[in-house]
């Protein structure tokens, strides 16, 4: 089995955290307001946080189970991870980051990691920047280079924790298009967080409706917009104000298309 199944219980003072859900070889957005569990969602598959009870599988392989006691250390899931702020290491050059990533994940040495780096730094278009610092590139430039850095190990899993949140429009709509290609690109399971309706209506193979803990619907956006399950899915995804602006993506999509081709 290709993708990833969850079933997780978390309770902390004042949340409760309580979904089952899986998916399969698919990009799937997150979707949800802040505080209804979704990055805590991610902590969890990724081994960063421990359920009070639950179980996680990727690919069909078991990494944690309340039941047993299976618990695999987070740096033997083979997951990708993308943090909101990056996380990108300032002392470290653009290619000593994704440098990181690969001995990381492979613990490998020499003219092989070397020449993955460069791989990643040409397939990111970022090879001129290799000998940069985080602070002296742009904001899309330190994206290009977190994902390169969460790719190298060539993951079972990529998790993305609202990637796009410090960048603007435009930027935003280039990052888009940049997961939907890495997704093919790489042939992984993608889980996207984010409370942002374009992002999900634009990207998504599939959509988890988080609302207070639970994972209150999930399904194709177009699905769960003409049949939401309850009053908060039909909230959470109404697409209505945003399509002044989604009627531009496209148009934008449609030149660019029409210049390169």
């Known amino acids: 089995m290709t993708g990833l199944e969850v079933s997780l219980e978390k309770r902390t003072d004042t949340f409760h955290l309580c979904l089952q859900w899986e998916i399969g070889n698919e990009l799937v957005v997150i979707l949800g307001e802040s505080g209804a569990g979704k990055s805590m969602t991610l902590k969890m598959v990724a081994g960063l946080m421990r359920p009070d009870e639950g179980m996680v599988r990727i690919n069909g392989r078991k990494v944690y189970d309340s039941t047993d006691g299976t618990l695999i250390p987070a740096r033997l899931r083979r997951i990708g991870y993308v943090f909101q702020n990056l996380a990108l290491f300032p002392h470290m ?15 490998l040495k020499g003219d092989v990691l070397r020449g993955d780096v460069m791989d990643m730094l040409c397939q990111f278009h970022i090879e001129a920047l290799a000998g940069k610092y985080p602070r002296e590139i742009s904001g899309g430039q330190q994206q290009r280079t977190a994902l390169a850095r969460a790719l190298i190990g060539r993951p079972e899993l990529l998790l993305l924790d609202e990637p796009f949140s410090s960048l603007d429009n435009t930027l935003k709509t280039q990052m888009r298009e940049l997961i939907k290609s890495i997704k093919t690109d790489f042939d992984v399971p993608v889980i996207l967080v984010t ?61 660019t298309h029409s210049s390169t081709g």
């Open 93 to 107: 050059t653009v290619y000593e980051n994704i440098l990181y990533g690969a001995s990381s994940a492979h613990r």
């Open 195 to 255: 409370h942002d309706l374009i992002d999900a209506y634009s990207m998504a193979d599939r959509v988890i409706v988080y609302h207070s803990g639970t994972a209150a619907a999930i399904g194709q956006f177009n699905e769960l917009m003409a049949n939401p399950l309850s009053d908060a899915v039909k909230r959470l995804v109404d697409i209505t104000p945003y399509m002044t602006i989604l009627d531009k993506l496209r148009t934008d999509r449609i030149q």
